[in-house]
């Protein structure tokens, strides 16, 4: 009988020693959900201070929303391009690059003296999202054991909704008292503090393997799939191309106070919050279900908005409906993706986050050559159109699909 190895029993971890290992990973996992809050502000800050910008810059509303539409092009492309190009670069090294990049983006709309500066600003905001959807997904289920993968993407998701609920009203409620500058340059703060908090907390996280041009390619050859594409095409759009002149609709269309838009604008946040809590539960019973929904409420709220009159009550009922909408939205959508191609759903998340940014820049331009021209209400109903045809995509097209509860949770 030989004596126990007491070097190697020094070797293994002690209980503090592992629970000290656990806490620093899930501190790394809150750096990057509190990075997906800062980056989703920074994206729609523009919404809820569209008007004060556009008039701070001497620049009409329609042109003020290129602010939204080039992130959102360059997005589309950065995703993709950045995770081929970055091989198996050190996945830290990757995420303290594009926070350094959200900082620099905010500051500098912050000092921007003229809107060619804002739009500078804008596209490394671009180069920020493409990147941070692409990599933080992964980054995050890194750091922690298989049993807790799923609960560090929650937390990373939670960000996003976080972020509905009280990034962008918050940024309306600083403008109001301090300028649209001091909104970016807050955010920009939080931003800075996030990216001390990655450079300290992260460790290495190496990529399992590189990913390569043709592993993109798989969800465009799956016939729902393409479904589910076309449908996001039309119906972010539709959204996009109304949802960027929001804060105009309801102090123009419903005469309402920038207070009391403020409060309508949480009051989004939070009825969307609550549509995606709800949304993961309709789309467990039936994806195709779910998206109907979604883009039956929406074109209703979009159309209700052209004929409910003015004051507090028509504005609530539509933002409510609308919040609702969009909060079932993006769950139905990833159901969708995985649904279609369940052995390539990185891949198909991919392309989905590039349609996605297609069709937000392709409505915010839209919608605002529309604003420019007919006014918002034609720009409502032109949504309206778009979103109902993303509902005949999916109620025609989409019988194809036959989601199981199983895989869609």
């Not at 569209?50 to 620049?59: F, S, Y």
């Not at 959200?102 to 003229?114: G, K, R, T």
């Not at 279609?340 to 297609?358: N, R």
Request: with cysteine; charged share 10%.
């Amino acid at each position: 009988m030989t004596a126990p190895c007491t070097s190697c029993a020094d070797a293994l971890p002690s209980t503090p020693e592992i629970a000290e290992t656990s806490r620093s990973a899930w501190l790394a996992v809150g750096s990057i959900a509190v990075g997906t809050f800062s980056m989703v502000t920074t994206e729609f800050l523009p919404i809820g201070l569209l008007t004060d910008i556009a008039t701070g810059l001497d620049v009409s509303d329609g042109t003020a929303g290129l602010m939204v539409t080039i992130p959102g092009v360059l997005a589309a492309f950065a995703g993709p391009a950045l995770i081929v190009a970055s091989g198996r670069l050190d996945r830290r090294t990757v995420m303290i690059a594009l926070s350094a990049l959200l900082v620099a983006s905010n500051l500098l709309a912050a000092i921007a003296p003229n809107f060619a500066t804002m739009l500078v600003a804008r596209l490394l905001l671009g180069l920020c999202i493409g990147g941070f959807w692409t990599f933080a997904p992964g980054a995050a289920t890194q750091l922690v054991p298989d049993m807790s993968k799923a609960r560090a993407m929650s937390l990373v998701l939670a960000g996003v909704s976080a972020a509905t609920v009280f990034g962008v009203p918050a940024g309306a409620f600083i403008s109001n008292f301090a300028g649209w500058r001091a909104a970016f340059a807050v955010t920009g703060l939080l931003a800075a503090v996030v990216l001390a908090a990655q450079i300290w907390l992260l460790p290495a996280l190496p990529p399992a393997r590189a990913i390569r041009p043709r592993d993109l390619l798989t969800p465009l050859t799956r016939r729902m799939a393409q479904v589910g594409l076309l449908a996001v095409l039309f119906l972010i759009a539709g959204h996009f191309a109304a949802y960027t002149y929001l804060t105009p609709l309801l102090q123009q269309t419903f005469g309402l106070a920038p207070g009391a838009v403020t409060a309508l604008l949480l009051v989004y946040g939070a009825t969307g919050f609550i549509g995606t809590l709800v949304g993961g539960s309709l789309v467990a019973r039936s994806v195709r279900g779910t998206t109907l929904l979604a883009t039956v409420l929406l074109a209703a709220a979009l159309l209700l908005s052209t004929v409910a009159g003015s004051g507090i009550v028509a504005g609530a009922a539509v933002v409510v409906i609308w919040g609702l909408a969009f909060g079932l939205i993006p769950v139905s959508l990833t159901g969708w993706m995985m649904e279609a191609v369940p052995e390539a759903q990185e891949a198909g998340q991919a392309l989905l986050v590039s349609g996605f940014q297609v069709a937000i820049a392709s409505g915010a331009l839209l919608g605002g050559l529309t604003v420019d021209n007919h006014g918002i209400s034609s720009t409502m109903l032109l949504s309206a159109a778009l979103v109902l045809v993303a509902t005949a995509v999916v109620g025609t097209l989409g019988r194809g699909q036959r989601p199981q509860a199983r895989s869609a949770a």
